[in-house]
């Protein structure tokens, strides 16, 4: 049974930073692409930064410079580091890995959330 289980997530001020955490069972993160979501209230989920097997990073355009994506694999966990956090970077970010180790589809495996709030 896959678990991707998301940590990290609380209120920080505009500027401030998080670090999100992805912990993995019944996968191995480096084996598939892994990837960090979000959804904000009233908006569909969207990709913020996602590494596939090699490595290779990938950011949204708003995220670019400010976030980075990780990986630990002696922890088989996966990390997303947020710095300069703006209120927009607000809602429920979302881990997310691969059915097929290296396409997204609708049978990847998704973690339960976790909350992030930035006050202005």
């Known amino acids: 049974q896959v678990q991707l289980f998301e940590s990290g997530g609380g209120l920080v001020q505009a500027g401030g930073s998080l670090r999100l955490s992805c912990a993995a069972s019944?996968?191995?993160?480096?084996?598939?692409?892994m990837g960090w979501f979000r959804q904000a209230p009233g908006k569909e989920r969207e990709m913020v930064a996602t590494m596939n097997s090699n490595g290779l990073t990938n950011y949204a355009n708003s995220e670019k410079g400010r976030f980075t994506i990780s990986r630990d694999n002696a922890k088989n966990a996966v990390y997303l580091q947020m710095n300069d956090l703006k209120p927009e970077d607000a809602g429920v970010y979302y881990c997310r890995a691969a059915f097929m180790p290296e396409f997204w589809g609708t049978r990847d495996f998704w973690g339960q959330g976790t909350q992030v709030t930035v006050s202005s």
């Open positions: 019944g996968i191995i993160v480096s084996s598939r692409a």
